[in-house]
């Protein structure tokens, strides 16, 4: 193990996931040392792990992520595909039943969006990740089956790390610490910031929710037929009106993975057998069309964790100096969006160009870098919510009038871009994370929404690609 007798120009990242990874490359040049702790141990080759909960679900990587992503790892995109990830570009590949009727097919190849599976994705990311790393002057560590059991440093500074093994391991290490000049929270879902914190006699952030109480149940198939497989990709997303949805992908080796979600207790089925009629309840009978000419291959996977969190650590004082949280220890996503792994490339590339704009770790880096980080969580966190409002709880924060009226706009905008390529391709600028929501209120864009008629899209399916 690295000398980490006192932390200087060292970084500790917590959490050897996506987010985790792409932390580390992120840091590669700008600290001696990295040390990545990882509570579970890496499956050989591409399979599932236990501490990925949702990983037997849809992953998208949209077209602002994979930008990001490649930036950060030149050819990483390349070697998805080469493992099998399918490139869908937007919306020519992806059949998309809305509230007013289906999207147009419209060839616009501007946003090309991969469906790809969990283990896939990790395990090509963490091997190309470690691969720079073994060619930069930076040195990296990987300590799996080890938790991270609090932070050390005081309110002010964090300094450090306590972790304790979880099988023995670790250079019999049953606890110790591990300190550091940067510590950088890539945990997930499941980070215990909050806690962390207190223990450090600091407040926790300020958290907003958005919780819709959607469910998913997601299982993986195979044409019976592959030659009549489908030539597009379906997402039939829930509306207030039909609170259950479904979206039907291709992914590796020629399967297909199915996603069913429920709303506020109209959960999809776990049971193989009943998932076929959960299907034909959703806003459109397509999806139950074609899974008759397909069989299931895997068991189903439930998931309930879908609530939209943000916690605020880029306000000023939220971060103690030396601490950083990205991914989605710093803002989850409802998933049926696909943005939550996007956002974690950009909130990286965030970080990369703090250090190199400012010259590395300085006083004062951690907070310029979360406020990066925010600033790149911003628009999908605006979609997500503005989405997902309508289903909140009365629980989570109240929306203001310019979250109202936000809505509404959107709202219409999303009904516009089902039918008009010009509104149509603005409106995936935002939503594929290439461009910044002021896209959206552009004059050309804000007059088509608002004084153009308000149309239906398609009755059916569309089965012809339009030019443009």
């Known amino acids: 193990m690295a000398d980490r007798t006192d932390g200087a120009r060292t970084a500790t990242v917590i959490g050897g996931g996506l987010a985790g990874m792409l932390a580390v490359t992120a840091l590669l040049g ?8 990882e509570r579970d141990r890496y499956p050989a080759g591409h399979a599932f792990r236990k501490g990925v909960p949702q990983a037997r679900h849809l992953h998208l990587f949209l077209s602002g992520g994979q930008r990001a992503l490649d930036t950060l790892l030149p050819g990483t995109v390349a070697a998805l595909t080469a493992a099998g990830a399918r490139s869908l570009y937007l919306p020519r590949d992806l059949k998309t039943r809305t509230p007013t009727g289906w999207q ?9 969006s991969l469906s790809v599976s969990r283990p896939v994705l990790d395990a090509v990311v963490r091997e190309r990740a470690l691969h720079a790393a073994a060619a930069s002057p930076t040195q990296v560590e990987v300590l799996e089956a080890t938790e991270v059991i609090g932070l050390t440093g005081d309110a002010r500074r964090v300094t450090g790390i306590r972790v304790r093994s979880r099988d023995g391991a670790g250079g019999g290490r049953a606890e110790g610490e591990l300190p550091a000049a940067l510590v950088v929270d890539a945990s997930g879902r499941g980070s215990r910031a909050p806690q962390w914190y207190a223990a450090l006699g600091r407040t926790a952030p300020y958290e907003e929710t958005v919780d819709t109480g959607i469910a998913y149940a ?12 489908p030539d597009a990709g379906v997402n039939i997303p829930a ?17 297909w ?11 999809p089925p776990t049971d193989v057998a009943e998932l076929a009629g959960f299907s034909a309840t959703v806003g459109d009978p397509y999806v139950h069309e074609l899974l008759s000419r397909a069989e299931p291959v895997s068991a189903v996977h439930g998931f309930r964790d879908t609530c939209n969190r943000r916690r605020r650590f880029e306000r000023p004082g939220a971060v103690p100096e030396g601490f950083l949280v990205l991914g989605d220890a710093h803002c989850t996503f409802n998933p049926v969006y696909g943005q939550g792994m996007s956002v974690a490339a950009l909130g990286a590339l965030a970080v990369r160009t703090t250090l ?20 790149a969580v911003d628009p999908a966190w605006l979609a997500a919510v503005g989405a997902d409002r309508p289903y909140a709880s009365a629980d989570d924060a109240g929306a203001g009038l310019g979250e109202r009226l936000s809505t509404w706009y959107v709202d219409r905008l999303a009904a516009r871009a089902a039918i008009d390529p010009v509104v149509g391709a603005a409106f995936r600028d935002v939503v594929c994370l290439t461009a910044p929501p002021s896209r959206l209120i552009a004059p050309r864009i804000a007059l088509r929404t608002v004084l153009l008629p308000r149309r239906p899209g398609l009755a059916r399916p569309p089965a012809v690609v339009e030019p443009v």
Do not use: M, N
């Not at 997601?218 to 497989?229: E, F, T």
């Not at 509306?239 to 399967?255: I, S």
């Not at 993975?257 to 959960?267: N, P, W, Y």
């Open 257 to 267: 993975l199915l996603t069913l979600s429920g709303v506020r207790g109209d959960h």
């Open 239 to 255: 509306w207030p009106e039909c609170p259950r949805g479904a979206a039907f992908l291709p992914v590796e080796d020629g399967k």
């Open 30 to 37: 700008h600290v001696d040392a990295i040390t990545v702790v």
């Open 104 to 112: 147009r097919r419209f060839d616009e190849r501007r946003h090309p």
């Open 218 to 229: 997601s299982c993986l198939y195979r044409q019976r037929d592959p030659a009549a497989a």
């Open 356 to 375: 190199v704009d400012g010259g590395g770790l300085r006083p004062g880096f951690t907070a310029e870098a979360q406020r990066a980080a925010a600033r």
